[in-house]
């Protein structure tokens, strides 16, 4: 049986290339070159703007002409999409860049590599986007997840305003926390009106929901913001 030139390309780019075919798109020559030489004797690579046209590829590395124009990274994904309907996208970048990395992955990209991965993880990462994984250095991992993380309130404040703001969960009111800590009211006032500031609260019940899921007690369950009961007198100096 006599094979079609098509046919015989085809076999022997997938002997040779276990990743397939990879349409590496972009302007950036000099990036490209290197990663080329990353993806060694992996993938065939298929460069430049428009896509291979005897064989649909498996993978597609973008190069965006710019790394802070999120919509077109977004509308150039899409048009790749378009293209190469079944390829894996990844977004390439010379730096670790989570703000591109979220463009990307919003825009329906598989992630984001770049060009200080050595060939190996380049190599790990596209057989990852290939099996339907996303990719993320792990760098870029690390500080997602600490993006994610909610912060520590209490190291937002300090020593004096905690110790307001414990006060102020066991119902007493600002005169009453005056007096327990021998300050003046207008002090009191002062510290809450700076603790509110670094969590971001406009007032104590805002402070109360913030505060509410980092194991702090609750300061306003059960009561007005101006209508705090009032504990025992407070113990002053004579």
């Given at each position: 049986m006599t094979m079609t030139h098509e046919a015989t390309e085809t076999i022997r780019r997938t002997t040779r290339a276990p990743l397939g075919l990879v349409w590496v798109k972009g302007t950036q020559h000099v990036l490209s070159l290197g990663?080329?030489?990353?993806?060694?004797?992996?993938?065939?690579?298929?460069?430049?703007?428009?896509?291979?046209?005897?064989?649909?590829?498996?993978?597609?590395?973008?190069?965006p002409d710019g790394v802070d124009d999120m919509e077109e990274v977004g509308q150039e994904v899409g048009r790749i999409r378009a293209q190469a309907p079944d390829a894996a996208i990844l977004v390439f970048a010379p730096t670790p860049n989570l703000r591109l990395a979220r463009g990307a992955l919003k825009a329906g990209a598989s992630g984001l590599i770049h060009a200080g991965m050595p060939p190996e993880q380049i190599l790990r990462a596209l057989s990852v986007a290939?099996?339907?994984?996303?990719?993320?250095?792990?760098?870029?991992?690390?500080?997602?997840?600490?993006?994610?993380?909610?912060?520590?309130?209490?190291?937002?404040?300090?020593?004096?305003q905690r110790e307001i703001l414990e006060l102020l969960a066991e119902r007493l009111s600002n005169a009453e926390i005056?007096?327990?800590?021998?300050?003046?009211?207008?002090?009191?006032?002062?510290?809450?009106?700076?603790?509110?500031?670094?969590?971001?609260?406009?007032?104590?019940?805002?402070?109360?929901?913030?505060?509410?899921?980092?194991?702090?007690?609750?300061?306003?369950?059960?009561?007005?913001?101006?209508?705090?009961?009032?504990?025992?007198?407070?113990?002053?100096r004579r």
């Open positions: 990663l080329e030489k990353a993806l060694g004797a992996g993938a065939h690579v298929h460069k430049g703007h428009e896509g291979p046209k005897a064989e649909a590829p498996s993978a597609v590395i973008y190069f290939l099996r339907g994984g996303v990719v993320l250095p792990r760098a870029l991992l690390r500080l997602w997840v600490d993006e994610q993380r909610p912060p520590d309130l209490g190291a937002l404040l300090s020593a004096r005056a007096g327990r800590l021998f300050l003046s009211e207008s002090t009191v006032k002062q510290h809450l009106s700076a603790a509110y500031k670094a969590l971001g609260a406009k007032n104590r019940t805002e402070a109360a929901a913030l505060l509410r899921g980092r194991g702090w007690r609750d300061v306003t369950e059960g009561c007005h913001p101006r209508e705090m009961p009032r504990s025992s007198p407070p113990i002053r």
